[in-house]
């Protein structure tokens, strides 16, 4: 089961959360909120089940 652990606001910010969490061997799935072909929006980020504590520490070594 996938869930969602951060909204993105833009891509530049999907991009750096995805790297980060990737780079830790975390699973990531994206998923556009809103418009599909408009490149501003939001940007649920979701990692499996079993990863979100993990992904929560590496969150937030990078947002804060």
């Known amino acids: 089961m996938w ?7 833009s891509i530049e ?7 980060a969490l990737c780079e830790q061997g975390v699973l990531v799935k994206i998923k556009k909120i ?10 649920e980020i979701l990692v499996p089940q079993t990863e979100v504590d993990d992904a929560y520490i590496i969150l937030t070594s990078i947002i804060y």
Do not use: S
């Open 3 to 9: 869930t969602v652990v951060y909204v993105a606001q």
């Open 13 to 19: 910010e999907r991009d750096k959360i995805q790297k």
């Open 34 to 43: 809103g418009k599909k072909n408009d490149d501003n929006g939001l940007y």
